[in-house]
Each structure stands twice: as structure tokens, then as C-alpha cells.
């Protein structure tokens, strides 16, 4: 009897056609139940790691919604409380207004504001993986920005603006803004030669 040719592709299919004949229906799992399987053990414990903890929350627009506010009633309050912020139109992003200050000669973005209407908080865009792909921009996070750089003030912004009155997104408002709002010890350091003013 002649030796099989190992590398011939007859004999690699001949092979699983006899074992798949040999096999019983209740050792292999059908196709669908597998790939759910694999997905569920192998895929989704990855995916896990590009997830936020509370992504469900912060993907729902209808509650982070809160006031909505046109950007140019944003621009105009934020203006009014540090007239040297400008605007200027981003290059890499058509949609988004970039806000600057001159720093010493030295123009210094600040943050992106939307063109057009605004959630009052952030929110991201989500793909078919449940994967978090864009962040929307609220008008509180380009707060939240101006007061990190230094260029407002935590009694500008609170005078300004207030807190949020819905009850649904003050936690992650007041954990944004606690070492500015309390002054402890950890309260950034930013802006100390009063550089934006």
C-alpha cells in the first residue's frame, strides 16, 4: 500500500470527512453556539479594558442632556468672564471652535467647543462592540477645561453658571470641580502668574 501524500489537500479533507462521519452530535458544538461562546469567554473580557465603569450612564444622551445651550451664548458668557479668551476656528476639526489666549506672546489652546447646540454634560458616541468612538462635548466640560488651565476662576463659574440642578449628573460635576471648589490641599496649580487675566 502506497504512503499517503501528507501535503496533498485530498488527504487533509478525506481525514475530516472521516472524522467528522465518526463523530457524534453531542461531542462538537454547532458553529453559532461556539462563536457566541468564544465571543462571550475570549472577545468581550478585551473589550472590557476600552470600556468606561459607568459607560452606560455616560453613553445615555437623554440624561446627560441637562440644559442644552448654543455655543455662541456659551462663547459670550465665557468672554465675559476673561475677555483675553479668543475664538478661533480649529483646523483639524471643522466643527469645533477652539478657544486660545495669548500666553506671553504665544497663542495657548484651552479647549474645543462645539459649533452649535450643546448637551449640558458630555456623552460618547458608541459602535456595534458597545466601544466607546467620539466624545460629544458638554458645555460643562469646556468649563471644567477653562478652569483646569487657569483661566477662569471656581467663583466666576459658580456665579456664572451654578451647579446642575437635575440630580441625575451632580456627581461626576461635583468630583470634576471638587479641588477647585473646596481648595484643599490638592488644588491644582495653575495660572499662578495670572497670565490669562
Known sequence: MPLPNLFSNDYFTA???????AAKADVF??????KERYIQTKIEPLLDQYRE??????SDWSRRRGVAMHSSDLIFAIQKLNPFIFVQQQICV???WGLYADVRGKVQYLS???????TE???????????PTEERRGWRTVLVRLLYCGA????QVFEE???PEDGWNDERWRSATHELRYGDDLTVQRNLGNVLE
Open 161 to 163: 453658571f451654578g451647579d
Open 29 to 34: 458544538e454547532d458553529w453559532g453556539s461556539a
Open 94 to 96: 471643522s466643527d469645533d
Open 152 to 155: 477662569l476662576t471656581w467663583e
Open 15 to 21: 481525514k475530516m470527512n472521516k472524522l467528522a462521519a
Open 121 to 131: 454634560f458630555s456623552f460618547c458616541l458608541l459602535d456595534s462592540r458597545n466601544l
Open 112 to 118: 474645543a467647543v462645539p459649533k452649535n447646540w450643546l
Open 53 to 58: 465603569s459607568d459607560q452606560d450612564w455616560f
